[in-house]
Nanobody, 115 residues
Framework: QVQLVESGGGLVQPGGSLRLSCAAS????????MGWYRQVPGKERELVTN???????DYADSVKGRFTIARDNAKNTVYLQMNSLKPEDTGVYYC?????????WGQGTQVTVSS
């Protein structure tokens, strides 16, 4: 079992920055993939970014050049640095982990970009 605890969401003005963190606990060793999805009201949940244990990354086109994912494998923690935030980045951000054939999800953290 893997439990994911997120932190770092909040309200920020357009152009601002936020950093999300997600720590995995449990008996996981070397989680294959960790990353972030987001849910915007009225839309399907979409992949924002992820990173493999080897360091390979994927980013949604809408966040390339603005968001950066990082991992600390020793701590089973993933971070999402979000810069140049736009109102359309508003949503609930969910951390996820893919480990031994199972997806695990965090509880979600609200990010609101508004003036």
């Amino acid at each position: 079992q893997v439990q994911l605890v997120e932190s770092g969401g909040g309200l920020v003005q357009p152009g601002g920055s936020l950093r999300l963190s997600c720590a995995a606990s449990g008996n996981a060793f070397r989680i294959n993939v960790m990353g972030w999805y987001r849910q915007v009201p009225g839309k399907e949940r979409e992949l924002v970014t992820n990173m493999s244990s080897g360091g390979s990354t994927d980013y949604a086109d809408s966040v390339k050049g603005r968001f950066t994912i990082a991992r600390d494998n020793a701590k089973n923690t993933v971070y999402l640095q979000m810069n140049s935030l736009k109102p359309e980045d508003t949503g609930v951000y969910y951390c996820y982990a893919y480990y031994r054939g199972t997806f695990y999800w965090g509880q979600g953290t609200q990010v609101t970009v508004s003036s």
